[in-house]
Structure formats: structure tokens, C-alpha cells
């Protein structure tokens, strides 16, 4: 049995991805914004508050795992959002939201974590393909794609130091997915959060230990193959 810890939890992929994780029997921790009643009757462990544009919410949940010696074999930054704009009526506030939770978040909540993080633990990224500067072909969404693309190398980088403790990581699409960060007109092409779930699940068990500066791949998760970075 592995302790999952789950970031942006409250819905969507997060949620799913607790629920999965936990009905196969591994202890999972919840982080979330809000309290999650739902998460709890399942015997989820639920951390609410897990503001992870916060520095103290996120220092918080680091000093509860070390207070209950709490360590974790599994962490999975997956908190994010996303709005929709367009060349001439950006909102530059909303670009730097985005860039706060998508880009800097998985950062701050990765360098809290740290020394509750097992020997060869693994860390996993969920980004987006919408980050990929190889696979860019319509632009648009420029608030969204700058914070993924960002995000992208943030996982880059952590992965080259954390595979100097022995720690593997792995960045993943977890394809289009039905939740509230998907906008209306791509609704059509969505899968369900369970679906993603287990694509990104069965991704994340392959993940072997890498040699100290290995360059991580980019996986499209559902897909089983690698996107440009």
C-alpha cells in the first residue's frame, strides 16, 4: 500500500483520480479548497484550505503531513484552472491567476513536500498538451497556454533535481476531459474524469526511477504517446 497525496481534489480529475487511487487501496490524502463530506465518508483523508497560490496554506498542509509523520510515496499536482480569452481583450489579471495556480503552483506545493517525499517516491505533473509550444496550431488562449507552457518547464526542471534524490517524475495530458475547466464547445470531445483517470493511473504506475539528468517525456496519457515539448 502506497500514501497518494492529490492536489485540486474538490472535482474533476482530482476528485476522480482520489477516488480511484483509494478503491484499490491506497491511502490517499485529499488536498482541497473547500471540505469534502463525500471524500470523507469513503475514509479519504481531506486536507480543505490547500490554497496553492498560498505559501501558508501550503506550508500549512507540509507542517500537518510532518506533525503526523506523514510520508508519501505518490505526489500528484494536479490543481488547476483555466479562462478563456482572446488577442485584444486579454484580462491580465486572469493571466497572472492562471500563471499563480497552473505554473507556480505545482512549484510551491513540490518544494514544501519535499522532505515528506519517500526514496523513490514519484512526483506527477497534470499539464496540458495546450502547453506544448511544438503543438501549437491555433494559438488563442494565451493566459491558458502561457501558465501550462510554463508549468511544463517548471516539471522539467523539478524532475532533473529530483532525480537527484531518487525521485521520478512524470508529466502528462490527460486528454480533453469533462470538468469545469473544459469550455462549453469542446464538451463534445470530452471524456469522463473517471476515464482520465485511468488513463493517467495506468501512466503513472509505468514510471521507473530515472538516471540524475534524464530529459522526462511529455506523455498524452490516454493516447500512450509523447507530445512535443
Known sequence: MSTVLVTGADR???????RAY?????????????????????GIRVEPGVDVTSDDAVRGLA????????????LINNAGIAERDALGALDYDAIRRQIEVN????????????????PEARVAFITSRIGSLGDNRSGGLYGYRISKCAANMVAVNLAHDLG?????AVVLHPGMVATAMTF???????????????????RI???EPTEPG????????????IIPW
Not at 22 to 42: F, K, P, Q, Y
Not at 63 to 74: P, V
Not at 164 to 168: L, Y
Open 214 to 225: 534524464a530529459q522526462p517525456a511529455f506523455w498524452h496519457a490516454p493516447e500512450r504517446t
Open 164 to 168: 537527484k534524490r531518487g525521485i521520478a
Open 205 to 207: 504506475d509505468r514510471v
Open 103 to 118: 505554473t507556480l503552483g505545482p512549484l510551491r506545493v513540490t518544494e514544501a513536500l519535499l522532505s515528506r517525499l519517500e
Open 63 to 74: 507542517e500537518r503531513l510532518a506533525n503526523s509523520r506523514t510520508s508519501l510515496d505518490l
Open 22 to 42: 483509494h478503491a484499490r487501496g491506497e491511502t490517499v490524502i485529499a488536498a482541497c479548497l473547500e471540505e469534502s463530506d463525500a471524500l470523507r465518508a469513503l
Open 184 to 202: 462549453d464547445d469542446e464538451r463534445h470531445e470530452a471524456r469522463s474524469p473517471e476515464d482520465a483517470a485511468a488513463a493517467l493511473i495506468e
Open 12 to 18: 474533476g480529475i482530482g476528485n476522480a483520480l482520489c
